[in-house]
């Protein structure tokens, strides 16, 4: 999530949050940042699900993909006599 940041600014970041926060403190609030990115990108990934359900229905009701499809059966149903017409 964050490939602009190296292990180098990972240490300092640490450093400068142990000197701020102390070493009693910082476990604790390591775990809350935890738990509140856990549960944002949770949320985020249940977002996208139901975006793409959303999608999915609303491509379904697309008019050009009906009408595509009615003619690809059309075209199927008319092989199929073709067919069938010079096997009789």
């Known amino acids: 999530m964050f490939p ?7 240490l300092v970041i640490g450093v400068i949050a142990l000197l701020v926060v102390g ?5 604790e609030i390591l775990k809350g940042i935890a738990y509140v990115y856990k549960s944002f990108t949770k949320a985020i990934d249940e977002l996208k699900r139901e975006l793409e359900e ?3 229905e609303v491509d379904d009701l697309n ?3 009906s009408i595509q499809k009615k003619w ?7 092989e ?9």
């Open 4 to 10: 602009s940041i190296g292990a180098y600014e990972m």
């Open 23 to 27: 070493p009693r403190r910082l476990p």
């Open 54 to 56: 959303d999608l999915e």
């Open 63 to 65: 008019p050009k993909k």
């Open 72 to 78: 690809e059966e059309f075209l199927e149903i008319d």
């Open 80 to 88: 199929e006599k073709k067919d069938k017409k010079r096997s009789e």
